[in-house]
């Protein structure tokens, strides 16, 4: 998946993540702010990469400001910019449970 163009997801509310993706060169770069960086800061850059990875982005710049979220909040959030960011229109939802409409 390639970054186009800047996008956004996640809020500045507590216990959420905000995500910003930008077009980059090979490799991803990680600004990192978070209120809880000392205990978590490498986890949260881990999760970050990890889930661009997932979908295939190995080149972004990514700003994020983390007040709290947890692993699946800030995957859910990274994956909602990267999309948006490459211009996708049909995200692949998925997971257990969920059955495709016919």
Do not use: H
Not at 44 to 64: D, P
């Amino acid at each position: 998946m390639v970054i186009t163009k800047t996008s956004i997801a996640g809020t500045l509310e507590s216990s959420d993540i905000m995500i910003t993706i930008a077009p980059g060169e090979d490799g991803i770069s990680i600004d990192l702010t978070s209120t809880v960086e000392k205990q978590f800061g490498r986890q949260i850059r881990s999760e970050i990469e990890g889930a661009l990875r997932e979908i295939g982005v190995t080149g972004a710049k990514v700003t994020a400001v983390d007040k709290g979220a947890l692993d699946c909040a800030i995957r859910a959030r990274v994956r909602a910019a990267a999309y948006r960011a490459a211009g996708e229109k049909n995200f692949p939802w998925g997971g257990a449970g969920r059955e495709s409409a016919s």
